[in-house]
């Protein structure tokens, strides 16, 4: 079965760095035909696409929040991190992972439950 | 970045309805468009990819078509567990992007 699963905080000051981890089962982050995004919905809104990590390590991000992210990948822990940045009360989401898979035209056919992060001091 | 647009934005339907949701694309993308299912407190569930391929899983009254620029997804007779929210979402080229999403409500 495979599964994606965030953790991390659920609350962060304003200009604190959010890490967030997803930890996978079920597939591994070498295989070529899968990668993971991050993916996050600010409360009563729409989905936005943060990154992605493809098995080869190639990055993509945002264009609006590429300066504030990061995302890397231990294969041997079956984990993908994100981390943002100087964060803000905007900031305030449920942060989803979701495998990206080319079977699906790199649809994300598996998604985590999400993490709701929240920004305030 | 490619911008997806939906309308509309939200409808209300009955149960039985035929539904139809449109996603636009600024430029074209050829097939690379996919559309999830969003329901309250829930993660996404992919529904359609490539344009017009079923999920597996996803029951068949669900259908997607379009290429280039304009896309839509079609609900033949509604079901109360089809009442939710729907995405598209583009994976022709990154930065990948989302609609604002189609709110279906019971009418």
């Known amino acids: 079965q495979v599964t994606l699963k965030e953790s991390g905080p659920v609350l962060v000051k304003p200009t604190e760095t959010l890490t967030l981890t997803c930890t996978v089962s079920?597939?591994?982050?070498?295989?070529?035909?899968?990668?993971v995004s991050w993916i996050r919905q600010p409360p009563g809104k729409a989905l936005e696409w943060l990154a992605h990590?493809?098995?080869?390590?190639?990055?993509s991000y945002s264009t609006s929040l590429k300066s504030r992210l990061t995302i890397s990948k231990d294969t041997s822990k079956s984990q993908v991190v994100l981390t943002m940045t100087n964060m803000d009360p905007a900031d305030t989401a449920t942060y989803y992972c979701?495998?990206?898979?080319?079977?699906?035209?790199?649809?994300?056919?598996?998604w985590g439950q999400g993490t709701m992060v929240t920004v305030s001091s | 970045d490619i911008q997806m647009t939906q309308s509309p934005s939200s409808l209300s339907a009955s149960v039985g309805d035929r539904v139809t949701i449109t996603c636009r694309a600024s430029?074209?993308?050829?097939?690379?468009l996919n559309w999830y299912q969003q329901k309250p407190g829930k993660a996404p569930k992919l529904l359609m990819y490539?344009?017009?391929s079923l999920q597996s899983g996803v029951p068949s009254r669900f259908s997607g078509s379009g290429s280039g620029t304009d896309f839509t997804l079609t609900i033949t007779s509604l079901q109360p567990e089809d009442f939710a929210t729907y995405y598209c979402?583009?994976?022709?080229?990154?930065?990948?992007?989302f609609g604002q999403g189609t709110k279906v409500e019971i009418k």
């Open positions: 979701a495998r990206g898979y080319s079977s699906v035209s790199a649809a994300f056919d598996i």
């Open positions: 079920g597939f591994s982050l070498s295989n070529a035909r899968m990668g």
């Open positions: 990590i493809f098995s080869n390590d190639e990055k």
């Open positions: 430029q074209s993308i050829g097939s690379y």
């Open positions: 490539a344009a017009s």
């Open positions: 979402q583009q994976s022709y080229s990154f930065p990948w992007t």
